[in-house]
């Protein structure tokens, strides 16, 4: 079956970096996705990744693929509390084609 | 303006009533989706619907029913509140491109509905 996963909280110092962490377990996945949800929103999307792609950078945001353990990470440079926020990993499947969402990491940013 | 709106913001009920939630959007897109988020557990698909004449079960379907009177309005109904259906529920649209692996879902604000 399809599965996503995530730890539920990370917590981090103003200035570090974040590094989020997700797993999942449909090798035929073909987009990759990271959302974010601040409190009281609903989910927006931060940035993608094809699954032929090993790294995409966009700004302040890093996303690593690692698509022979089927790991994705998102990494934050030089957090703010701004970065505050949930942040759901998402998988699109190959097979379904159904979008399919981890439980969501809950990002503390302590200042 | 908002392109996904969804109302009640927030909703208290007792077991047993029926709830309608109701989700509008401005974006003209054809693809609706209903969504329920618990803690701990992610998002998961309730229904969802590709255009107008087409309803789809997703993976936890049962206790909910759906409407879709436009392509702009997508009602979600609890016929029969039940405490275990206190969740934030969550609207979404997506309009899928030539590629569709890369269509992306916009979310409305969630409607937060507690059953007592």
């Known amino acids: 079956g399809e599965d996503v996963e995530q730890s539920l909280f990370l917590s981090v110092r103003e200035g570090d970096s974040s590094v989020i962490n997700c797993t999942y377990t449909d090798s035929s996945s073909t987009y990759l996705y990271w959302y974010k949800q601040e409190p009281g929103a609903g989910l927006q999307l931060l940035t993608y990744i094809f699954s032929n792609m090993d790294m995409k950078q966009d700004q302040r945001l890093t996303v690593l693929l690692n698509k022979k353990d089927k790991h994705l990470s998102l990494r934050i440079a030089d957090t703010q509390t701004g970065d505050s926020a949930i942040y759901f990993c998402?998988?699109?499947?190959?097979?379904?084609?159904?979008?399919?969402f981890g439980t969501g990491t809950l990002l503390a940013v302590q200042p | 303006d908002a392109d996904v709106t969804q109302t009640p913001r927030n909703r208290i009920t007792k077991t047993g009533k029926r709830i309608m939630l109701e989700c509008s959007q401005t974006?003209?897109?054809?693809?609706m989706y209903w969504y329920r988020q618990d803690p701990g557990l992610g998002l998961r698909l309730i229904y969802y619907s590709f255009d107008v004449k087409d309803i789809n079960k997703g993976e936890i379907s049962d206790g909910y029913s759906v409407s879709r009177q436009a392509q702009a309005k997508f009602s979600l109904s609890l016929e029969s509140a039940i405490p275990n259906q206190t969740a934030l529920y969550f609207c979404?649209?997506?309009?899928?491109?030539?590629?569709?692996?890369?269509?992306?879902?916009?979310f409305g604000p969630g409607t937060r509905l507690l059953v007592l």
């Open positions: 998402a998988n699109r499947g190959g097979a379904t084609n159904k979008l399919i």
């Open positions: 979404a649209t997506s309009d899928p491109p030539r590629d569709r692996a890369l269509e992306t879902q916009y």
């Open positions: 974006k003209g897109h054809d693809r």
